[in-house]
């Protein structure tokens, strides 16, 4: 054996007895600190909080709080990176009073970049990455988000969503990569990757892939309109269930995925949260999962009427942390309830102990893998970090990757940068706001300035030679007299149950715009802003080239890069494109697949 051989051997070596002894003094940590915890303190880290809904920050010492999250919109009143930090560093230090200073763990919907933080860098949304359908660049989004979400002190995303989405009606189909399961679960486990790196260590922040499962492939459940898909029932044969659905989780765990949120859906009519097959047996034992199994928001309540039931059958089903996540309504089950009951059913034998440290374990582990146990407190590099410019030029090329082109005729696409009188038409030419989609500083998203970026006006006047080319129309009056007009209509921001929809035809408002600009007799290119494929067909035959641009987020210049042909077009659908709503759901694979755009399809200018 030669000499360098040998080293190489003698360092392989030393590298894993170290990474065995690292892991085994983890595992010892935590039993001796399990081992020194009241059932108090146990539930106490099992719990987590919206901080909107903190009654006292004191409540975080007297209640052993073990986890913060602000979930949509729930922002410090000063939205900056710094104050971020130092909300974070306020909960800590109440943590750190506690007996044992358990640190606490703080969680956040950085869902499409760190979407909650004012000048944060928004990326396409999921649907957007699938049709770019690139790991590499899928995994630099989660690294350049992680960054951000760094930099505000944060410790863990809920993201990624490795849902499968089948159903267009569903509200949170942008949150999908795609209708094929190969390509969520290639991009979920390359935002793992993103997020955590190869291992959890304390550069990391904490990924969950969401939500198990079967979301994205419901038949309409018993709730109210708006949540009928978004928390129906999954009636798959579990062979199905497993083969489209629990793969990407799969492949997430062997990733090294940290948490994993459950869905609000149920299967066969039982609400997944009270799931022990699916939590325990599989999750957990089979495919042998062993971070943090967390609710979704609330997502206990729905299992029983009674708030006790819901929260014996959760926790024995597997559940580990409880995101409560409290409420400002006195009638809401707040965190306090789920405390004490909790600790009542284990004193009372309906909850095992052996449970509880399990649970418990589970969630020391991960805090002690990330370094909070030795850096609790917070004071990270914030300058030019969140909504810097190389993470925004990372975003403006995922957005040009990710748009796909479905007609272009007689090249009409791409236009001049001189010589060419254009008139932008409609609400989602100008607005920031439209253009990121739900999840962006608000949980329903918001319109116009909501956060610094660049419109697809803006994109088209510093893309052109001369920005008096540019006119812009938003109602459609007063076109001038143009060579050709560029229509941006669409969606308006949505997230969850409330995008639910029966209808994915356009608003009449938008309808009324194209009527105008069909009357104008000049050529037109529509650039449709939406969640998901849209029922438009009048705007399709009638344009003369028509891009599906998703919710590409802030950097509205990956718009202009490939309209005037510095960039080709690239992205292929992610998913199937129907003709009609009686065609929805629709997907490749099915028996009589006939849509109107196949799963796969996107021109490019060669
Ligand atoms: C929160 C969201 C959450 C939602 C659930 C909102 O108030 O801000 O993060 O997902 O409620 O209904
Ligand atoms: C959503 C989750 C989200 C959580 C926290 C829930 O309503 O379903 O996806 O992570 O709220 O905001």
Same mark, same amino acid.
């Given at each position: 054996?030669?000499?360098?051989?040998k080293n190489?051997?003698?360092?392989?070596a030393?590298?894993?007895?170290?990474l065995i002894s690292?892991?085994?003094?983890?595992?010892?940590?935590?039993?001796e600190?399990?081992?020194?915890?009241t059932?108090?303190?146990?539930?106490?880290q099992?719990?987590?909080v919206d901080?909107?809904?903190?009654?006292?920050?004191s409540?975080?010492?007297k209640?052993?709080?073990g986890s913060?999250?602000?979930?949509g919109?729930?922002?410090?009143?000063?939205n900056?990176?710094?104050?971020?930090?130092?909300?974070?560093?306020g909960?800590?230090k109440?943590?750190?009073?506690?007996?044992?200073?358990?640190p606490l763990?703080?969680?956040?919907?950085?869902?499409?970049?760190?979407?909650?933080?004012?000048?944060?860098?928004?990326f396409?949304?999921n649907?957007?990455l699938?049709c770019?359908?690139?790991?590499?660049?899928?995994?630099?989004?989660?690294?350049a988000t992680?960054t951000?979400v760094?930099?505000?002190?944060?410790?863990?995303t809920?993201?990624?969503?490795v849902?499968?989405?089948q159903?267009e009606?569903?509200?949170?189909?942008?949150?999908?990569?795609s209708e094929?399961?190969k390509?969520?679960?290639?991009?979920?486990?390359?935002?793992?990757?993103?997020?955590?790196?190869?291992?959890l260590?304390?550069n990391?922040?904490?990924?969950?892939?969401?939500h198990?499962?079967?979301?994205?492939?419901?038949?309409?459940?018993?709730g109210t309109?708006?949540?009928?898909?978004?928390?129906g029932?999954?009636?798959?044969e579990?062979?199905?269930l497993?083969?489209?659905?629990?793969?990407?989780f799969k492949?997430?765990i062997?990733?090294g995925?940290g948490s994993i949120?459950?869905s609000?859906?149920?299967?066969?009519g039982?609400k997944?949260?009270g799931?022990?097959?699916?939590?325990?047996?599989?999750l957990?034992?089979e495919?042998?999962f062993d971070?943090?199994v967390?609710?979704?928001?609330?997502?206990?309540n729905?299992i029983?009427?009674?708030y006790?039931?819901c929260?014996?059958?959760?926790?024995?089903?597997?559940? =580990?942390? #409880?995101?409560v996540?409290? $409420?400002?309504n006195? /009638?809401?089950?707040?965190?306090d +309830?789920? *405390?004490? &009951?909790a !600790?009542?059913s284990?004193r009372?034998?309906?909850?095992p102990m052996?449970?509880?440290d399990?649970?418990?374990?589970?969630i020391?582990?991960?805090?002690?893998?990330?370094?909070?146990f030795?850096?609790p407190?917070k004071?990270?590099?914030i300058?030019?970090?969140?909504?810097?410019?190389k993470?925004?030029?990372?975003a403006r090329?995922?957005?040009?990757?990710?748009l796909v082109?479905?007609?272009?005729?007689?090249k009409?696409?791409?236009l001049?940068k001189s010589?060419?009188?254009?008139?932008?038409?409609?609400t989602h030419?100008?607005?920031?706001?439209?253009?990121?989609g739900?999840w962006?500083?608000?949980?329903q998203?918001?319109?116009g300035d909501?956060?610094p970026?660049?419109?697809?006006?803006?994109?088209?006047?510093?893309a052109?030679? =001369?920005? #008096?080319?540019?006119?812009? $129309?938003p109602?459609? /009056?007063?076109l001038?007299?143009? +060579?050709? *007009?560029v &229509?941006? !209509?669409?969606?308006k921001p949505?997230?969850?149950?409330?995008?639910?929809?029966?209808s994915?035809?356009?608003?009449?408002?938008?309808?009324r715009?194209?009527?105008?600009?069909k009357?104008?007799?000049k050529?037109?290119i529509?650039?449709?802003?939406?969640?998901?494929?849209?029922i438009?067909n009048d705007?399709?035959?009638?344009s003369?080239?028509?891009i599906?641009?998703w919710?590409p987020?802030t950097?509205?210049?990956?718009?202009?890069?490939?309209v005037?042909?510095?960039?080709?077009f690239?992205g292929?659908?992610?998913?199937?494109?129907?003709?009609?709503?009686?065609?929805?759901?629709?997907?490749?694979?099915?028996s009589?697949?006939?849509?109107l755009?196949?799963?796969?399809?996107?021109?490019?200018?060669?």
């Open positions: 054996m030669n000499l360098i051989y190489l051997l003698t360092i392989v030393l590298l894993f007895i170290s690292c892991s085994s003094n983890n595992d010892k940590f935590i039993s600190l399990i081992k020194k915890m059932l108090e303190e146990k539930i106490g099992m719990t987590q901080y909107r809904y903190l009654k006292d920050k409540d975080i010492e209640y052993f709080l913060i999250l602000s979930g919109g729930s922002t410090p009143p000063t900056q990176p710094s104050s971020w930090v130092d909300l974070y560093n909960f800590q109440e943590a750190l009073k506690t007996r044992l200073k358990i763990i703080y969680g956040i919907d950085a869902v499409h970049g760190h979407n909650n933080v004012l000048g944060a860098t928004m396409p949304h649907i957007g699938g770019a359908n690139d790991k590499l660049l899928t995994q630099k989004i989660a690294a992680a951000e760094k930099a505000t002190g944060l410790d863990w809920f993201a990624p969503c849902a499968v989405a159903d009606r569903w509200g949170r189909t942008y949150e999908s990569f094929d399961p390509i969520v679960t290639e991009l979920g486990v390359a935002s793992t990757l993103g997020y955590q790196g190869r291992t260590n304390k990391s922040v904490l990924a969950c892939a969401k198990f499962v079967g979301d994205g492939n419901t038949v309409f459940g018993t309109n708006w949540y009928k898909i978004d928390r029932d999954v009636i798959l579990e062979k199905e497993r083969a489209k659905y629990i793969k990407p492949e997430s062997k990733a995925v949120m459950i609000y859906n149920s299967w066969k039982q997944l949260h799931h022990k097959y699916l939590i325990d047996d599989i957990r034992k495919l042998q971070g943090i967390i609710s979704d928001w609330a997502g206990i729905e029983d009427q009674d006790k039931t929260v014996i059958q959760s926790i024995n089903a597997g559940i =580990d942390m #409880n995101m996540p409290g $409420s400002l006195p /009638d809401d089950n707040s965190y +309830d789920f *405390i004490r &009951l !600790i009542e284990v009372e034998g309906s909850i052996e449970r509880i399990d649970a418990v374990s589970r020391l582990r991960i805090k002690k893998k990330i370094g909070l030795d850096n407190i004071s990270p590099p300058k030019n970090i969140v909504g810097s410019k993470h925004r030029n990372l090329e995922s957005v040009r990757k990710s082109l479905l007609k272009n005729n007689n009409t696409l791409p001049k010589g060419k009188k254009i008139t932008l038409v409609g030419a100008d607005n920031i706001g439209y253009q990121c739900g962006t500083i608000h949980w998203g918001g319109s909501i956060t970026g660049t419109t697809i006006l803006d994109a088209f006047k510093s052109v030679n =001369d920005s #008096n080319d540019i006119h812009y $129309s109602n459609g /009056d007063n001038l007299d143009p +060579d050709i *007009i &229509l941006a !209509i669409g969606e949505y997230t969850e149950g409330v995008g639910d929809r029966d994915l035809t356009l608003s009449s408002d938008d309808k715009i194209l009527e105008k600009v009357k104008s007799n050529p037109f529509v650039i449709l802003i939406s969640g998901r494929p849209m438009v705007a399709l035959n009638n003369n080239a028509f599906a641009a919710l987020g950097e509205g210049e990956g718009i202009a890069d490939v005037f042909g510095d960039f080709d690239t292929k659908l992610s998913m199937t494109w129907p003709k009609s709503m009686d065609q929805i759901p629709i997907n490749y694979g099915d009589d697949y006939d849509p755009f196949k799963f796969g399809f996107g021109l490019s200018y060669e």
